[in-house]
């Protein structure tokens, strides 16, 4: 994904944060609604969403899973 200046972004975060509010299974559907009034905002939000998934499935800001340690046996 390129770089984004912060026009593009002021234009696709309100997007992305809507589509993140959603439960998982609803976000694909809300991007196909947008792909059909803003096709560029709905390919930028897909690609912020598939970076997403993949840095979760990651565990990247997991503390846990980066410094190895399970918070809920600590206690």
Same mark, same amino acid.
């Given at each position: 994904?390129? %770089?984004m200046d912060s026009r593009r972004w002021l234009r696709v975060s309100g997007h992305l944060d809507r589509v993140l509010d959603l439960p998982h299974? %609803? @976000?694909d559907a809300c991007v196909a609604a947008l792909r059909q009034e803003d096709p560029e905002a709905?390919?930028?939000v897909a690609a912020l969403l598939e970076e997403h998934r993949r840095l979760t499935a990651e565990?990247?800001?997991? %503390?846990?899973? @980066?410094?190895g340690e399970d @918070?809920?046996? %600590? @206690?």
């Open positions: 994904m390129s %770089a299974q %609803a @976000r709905a390919a930028e565990g990247f800001l997991d %503390a846990r899973r @980066r410094y @918070r809920s046996s %600590a @206690r």
